[in-house]
């Protein structure tokens, strides 16, 4: 793990580039890097959230700048922009379900190529999907989700990258620490090795690249 500041992490994203972050309509969302994504104006991305958030929070920031060429997510509901986007064609949205969009994830975070689940069988979600049969039931194949960079917020980050986090800010950030090329963590407090009991722990250290440094 490498301390870095916000703008050099960001410097690290090219355009084009598929990012995951974390968050859940704004909470628990690496504000600082989606300021920073923002203000460098990088563009063409490839979005991996759970939602587009609202207006001027969390990654509807980037719908607002134009930044965000395709997305997976489970909606957009309250985000006028992207949908204004999606409806415009000027990007392309995978909208499924919450539970299949995690699982995804996790599937990519453990180096399996992707879930079989009963959700969206029977009807339009079918579509271009392989269907397994297994002990007289139907599934869909969904595959694993990866991307090139993971942002991710924690509450407490330690010295040498061990991660806890906060409540619901918890949602969708462990889990795509693990299923990117490239882990960058925005932490709200730093704090020496030993601060965040052992079993506190619950994104270890070895998964994060790069953490923001505050000041």
């Known amino acids: 793990m490498k301390p870095v500041s916000a703008e050099e992490a ?8 598929s990012i995951m972050v974390g968050g859940f309509m704004g909470v628990g969302t ?25 207006p001027g929070k ?8 134009g930044q965000v060429t395709n997305m997976i997510g489970t909606h957009i509901g309250l985000n006028p922009k992207a949908q204004q986007q999606m ?22 975070g ?21 269907k397994i049969d297994v002990n007289g039931k139907s599934y869909l194949l969904e595959t694993a989700l990866r991307a090139d960079f ?6 407490l980050a330690d010295y ?11 949602n969708f950030n462990p889990v795509m620490a693990m299923a990117a090329d490239t882990v960058i963590v925005t932490a709200e407090h730093i704090v020496p090795v030993g601060v965040i009991a052992p079993d506190h722990v619950v994104t270890p250290g070895p998964l994060v690249d790069y953490l923001v440094a505050n000041g």
Not at 10 to 17: D, E, K
Not at 58 to 65: D, N
Not at 110 to 130: H, M, R, Y
């Open 10 to 17: 960001v410097a690290m994203i090219p355009n084009g580039a």
């Open 110 to 130: 453990c180096g399996l190529g992707g879930v079989l689940t009963p959700t969206g069988v029977g009807t339009l979600v079918e579509g271009g999907k392989q």
């Open 30 to 54: 690496p504000e600082r890097l989606l300021d920073e994504l923002v203000r460098q104006k990088k563009s063409g991305l490839s979005l991996i959230s759970n939602d587009a958030a609202v």
């Open 150 to 155: 993971a942002l991710v917020h924690a509450f």
């Open 87 to 108: 409806l415009g064609k000027q990007i392309t949205v995978d909208l499924i379900p919450q539970g299949t969009f995690v699982e995804r994830i996790r599937a990519g």
């Open 58 to 65: 969390g990654v509807g920031k980037l719908f607002e700048g």
């Open 160 to 170: 040498v990258g061990n991660l806890s986090y906060a409540l619901t800010a918890r």
